[in-house]
């Protein structure tokens, strides 16, 4: 018998919304350097209306309101599609296997996403908050 096993499992929605966090937190930078140059310079020009800036105006916009939780399952699923479609447009072409195309990311993020729009925030989220002040 797991002795852990309680202790973990009263933790689980917290560590939801740790994982949230801390996904949306790295997913943010992504965005803030196609379009900040921030924490640093992106390797190529950027168009805002191309599809790497539409992709950094959803990195950056999706991952704060995921940071917050604020919409968090529709936000969710945006952006699982957005790494989904950026796995089979950047890498899938160059080689099936993520470690050789290197997708992981894309599809790490696209899967976890996917789990946040099945799930939703956790308690500490915005989304959590309202629902509670809206509750008689």
Known sequence: ???MHPALARWTPQLLSILRIVTAFLFVAHGTQKLLDFP???SFPLALWSLAG???MLELVGGALMLVGLFTRPVAFVLSGLMASAYF???APHDFWPIVN???LA???CFLFLYFAATGG???SVDHWWRGRRLP
Do not use: Q, S
């Open 89 to 91: 447009i950047a890498h």
């Open 1 to 3: 018998m797991n002795t």
């Open 102 to 104: 290197r997708g992981e």
């Open 107 to 109: 599809a790490l993020y």
């Open 54 to 56: 539409v992709a950094g």
């Open 40 to 42: 640093v310079p992106r």
């Open 122 to 124: 956790g308690p500490w």
